[in-house]
């Protein structure tokens, strides 16, 4: 090739890749759902009527951020770096605020009982941001997924790294009190908008009250049971009228991914936070 042509293509990837990044949302939500128009009652943020959600893979879309996790020798704590492309970490101050949290940090063990955490780093002067592992999750080797939106740009990163255990060893058993009583899903057909609604139940079956959790009734995430590292999709509820129920039923839109088995992973606070698994099959 020649030097012209050289740098005849360098100039129009630029050029292209400039307007790429210019054309993404603007906000976090925007890009993590379609059509963002959020309603707010009584301080609690749902999801729009036209509203969606869509399942990414961080590596595939090419971010310009690079995620490094690192454990603590006894799996308890960790820390992680988003390094942009001149190799400079994001700092505290150029981070913005979504749904009350800087970066929201997915944990999921790789393979095995697949568990998994929603979790907020706390910045460190450094650029570092450091958090603590569940128990249930130490000394696995970990699958890791972080948003965050750009102060400067406002644009909304996605990040996913890997994470090795450095000491393998049993780990605390995890366990939930409340439970989903029913899945049910509009679609189940791959590539169509899909509602999903999780029916809740307290303990032994009591009556569940719903309390915000980073300004929501509730937080989805949405990993595939079957293919390491091929993705996420973060959900917030659409309001239905069945949230405040006794046996609240949270509903949930979702551009549905590739066919395949999927762990449907809701974080809920009843005056203390957990998450619940439930499990959906998206057919061709």
């Not at 309603?39 to 729009?48: A, K, L, N, P, S």
């Not at 992680?80 to 929201?104: C, F, I, N």
Request: with cysteine; charged share 20%; net charge negative.
């Amino acid at each position: 090739m020649t030097p012209l042509r050289q740098t005849s293509l360098i100039s129009f990837l630029a050029v292209a890749g400039f307007f790429g990044l210019r054309a993404l949302p603007d906000t976090h939500c925007a890009f993590l759902h379609n059509d963002h128009q959020p309603v707010v009652v009584d301080g609690v943020e749902f999801c729009g009527l036209n509203e969606e959600a869509n399942f990414y893979s961080p590596k595939l879309l090419q971010f310009p951020v690079e995620m490094k996790v690192t454990l603590a020798e006894d799996g308890a704590a960790g820390e992680l770096r988003l390094l942009k492309e001149e190799g400079h970490p994001y700092y505290d101050h150029e981070v913005a605020v979504s749904h009350t949290q800087k970066v929201h940090l997915h944990l999921r063990q790789s393979g095995g009982d697949r568990v998994y955490a929603h979790l907020h780093p706390r910045p460190s002067d450094d650029g570092s941001w450091r958090f603590e592992v569940p128990g249930y999750l130490r000394g696995h080797d970990l699958e890791a997924y972080a948003d965050f939106a750009d102060v400067r740009t406002s644009r909304v990163m996605l990040a996913q790294a890997e994470s090795k255990a450095v000491t393998a060893k049993p780990s605390i058993g995890f366990k939930s009190r409340n439970a989903i009583v029913s899945t049910e899903a509009s679609t189940l057909r791959s590539g169509a908008s899909a509602t999903i609604r999780l029916k809740l139940a307290g303990p032994e079956g009591k009556p569940l009250k719903l309390l915000p959790i980073m300004g929501s009734l509730g937080h989805v995430v949405v990993f595939s049971a079957e293919r390491p590292l091929a993705g996420y999709a973060h959900m917030h509820p659409t309001l239905e009228g069945g949230e405040y129920a006794p046996n609240p039923t949270l509903s949930f839109r979702l551009r549905l991914p590739s066919p395949g088995t999927y762990d449907l992973w809701l974080n809920l606070n009843d005056g203390q936070e957990e998450v619940l698994r439930t499990t959906l099959v998206v057919t061709p």
